[in-house]
């Protein structure tokens, strides 16, 4: 079964600290993305990584992405509140690859 | 550019009915897919397409059917309601190129409830 894992599933920090969510997958995959959705919200696209070792860099978010190790993370550099949401990585597996799989995503706080 | 537009944005149904979820997008996009998002557990495929004519099934199509005879429009049918299809749903569109999205483009979803 494919799966994608997104860890941690909830993260709750200070503003002006720096996290990293890390979202692993088990299947082979060149394609990853990046999508925000705020609450109530639709989803909005971030990053697109589409080799191995693609580094993509937005503001204060930094996405990369191992195919080896078939593992992305979205870096967070010095947090604001505005960056409160949650987080989603997807997969597109070689074999398929207009098939997403998602990761059940992070919901990120950031506190004043 | 209207992007992508779902109507209605809210729906109640009975066990049984069925009704369809319009979307089309204004993008000229090939590619065009049906997610549904429950509590906990990301977004699950539905069914997508990759133009005009051309659809196929994705991770949970039981109970939906979908066409696409034109390039702009992608509805969703829900042939008999059922309780478990209690779900938001997403439809989101991209460029083929690259599969499916350099990035998708989501409408705004259609949140529906099945008594």
């Known amino acids: 079964e494919l799966k994608v894992e997104q860890n941690p599933l909830f993260l709750s920090m200070q503003e002006g600290k720096n996290y990293t969510i890390y979202c692993n997958y088990s299947?082979?995959?060149?394609?990853l993305y990046w999508y925000r959705q705020d609450p109530g919200k639709s989803l909005e696209s971030l990053f697109v990584l589409l080799s191995n070792g693609a580094v993509k860099q937005e503001g204060r978010l930094m996405a990369s992405l191992d195919t080896k190790a078939r593992l992305s993370t979205l870096h967070i550099t010095a947090a604001v509140h505005d960056l409160s949401a949650t987080y989603f990585c997807?997969?597109?597996?070689?074999?398929?690859?207009?098939?997403?799989?998602w990761g059940a995503g992070t919901k990120l706080i950031i506190k004043p | 550019n209207a992007g992508v537009t779902q109507t209605p944005k809210f729906q109640v149904l009975k066990t049984g009915q069925s009704m369809t979820l319009q979307c089309a997008q204004d993008m000229n996009h090939e590619y065009m897919s049906w997610y549904r998002q429950d509590p906990g557990m990301g977004l699950r495929l539905i069914h997508y397409s990759v133009g005009a004519g051309i659809t196929d099934q994705g991770e949970v199509p039981n109970g939906y059917n979908v066409s696409r005879s034109t390039t702009e429009d992608f509805p969703l049918r829900l042939l008999s309601a059922a309780p478990s299809q209690t779900s938001v749903y997403f439809c989101?569109?991209?460029?083929?190129?690259?599969?499916?999205?350099?990035?998708?483009?989501f409408g705004p979803g259609t949140r529906l409830t099945v008594l």
């Open positions: 989101a569109s991209s460029p083929l190129a690259g599969g499916p999205g350099i990035g998708q483009f």
């Open positions: 997807a997969v597109a597996p070689m074999d398929s690859n207009y098939q997403l799989i």
């Open positions: 299947t082979t995959s060149d394609r």
